[in-house]
Antibody, heavy 119, light 107 residues
Framework: EVQLVESGGTLVQPGGSLRLSCTAS????????MQWVRQVAGRGLEWVSS??????DYLVSLKDRFTISRENAENSLYLQMNSLRVEDTGVYFC??????????????WGRGTQVTVSS | DIQLTQSPSFLSASVGDRVTITCRAS??????LAWYQHKPGKAPELLIF???TLQSGVPSRFGGRGAGTEFILTINNLQPEDYATYYC?????????FGGGTKVEIK
């Protein structure tokens, strides 16, 4: 089955760190760019980061704290999140990216993993 | 950054209705727009990309049109499984911003 499954979300204290994982199955993971998108309370969906062939990209406000990476041999995507803040609380989704002449869109999403930052 | 304004943010409709959702961009984005459907606790699903191309497997009652700064998602003959929140996303330039969402509820 073609799917993405996120994991690693949990309750963490402000200032703490967390690494999210996204495991892909059913398709050639290495052939696709990937993204992280989050749904934060009261703010809808927010693009977080992208990784592709030789590049990474971040929401500017997160660039100093979040790091995206991937391990193709393990069909896995990661998001390392440091210095977490209460406002980072939300559901984090990973997505498979398809490029067209008009830009990259996500054609496959995971169900998300809940991150809660609270003392 | 490119801002997307979706309207309405909430709508109530009956099964069989035609529903129209608008997404306006703060600057021209050509056809660089996607529409997604999201139900609570589930993975979002791609409906439309490049403004008007229907994703494989999506029912033909969904349609998208527009270019530049104004885009429309139409759902004809609304079905019970269509009750969800719909988001537009611009993919013209990073950061790839989303609209605020339109929640479609049963009337």
């Amino acid at each position: 089955e073609v799917q993405l499954v996120e994991s690693g979300g949990t309750l963490v204290q402000p200032g703490g760190s967390l690494r999210l994982s996204c495991t892909a199955s059913g398709f050639r993971f290495s052939a696709y760019g990937m993204q992280w998108v989050r749904q934060v309370a009261g703010r809808g969906l927010e693009w977080v980061s992208s990784i592709g062939d030789g590049y990474t990209d971040y929401l500017v406000s997160l660039k100093d704290r979040f790091t995206i990476s991937r391990e193709n041999a393990e069909n896995s995507l990661y998001l390392q999140m440091n210095s977490l803040r209460v406002e980072d609380t939300g559901v984090y989704f990973c997505g498979r990216v398809v490029h067209t002449n008009y830009g990259p869109h996500i054609d496959l999403w995971g169900r998300g993993t809940q991150v809660t930052v609270s003392s | 950054d490119i801002q997307l304004t979706q309207s309405p943010s909430f709508l109530s409709a009956s099964v069989g209705d035609r529903v129209t959702i608008t997404c306006r961009a703060s600057q021209g984005i050509s056809y660089s727009l996607a529409w997604y459907q999201h139900k609570p606790g589930k993975a979002p699903e791609l409906l439309i990309f490049t403004a008007s191309t229907l994703q494989s497997g999506v029912p033909s009652r969904f349609g998208g049109r527009g270019a530049g700064t104004e885009f429309i998602l139409t759902i004809n003959n609304l079905q019970p499984e269509d009750y969800a929140t719909y988001y537009c996303q611009q993919v013209k330039s990073s950061p790839f911003t989303f609209g605020g969402g339109t929640k479609v509820e049963i009337k």
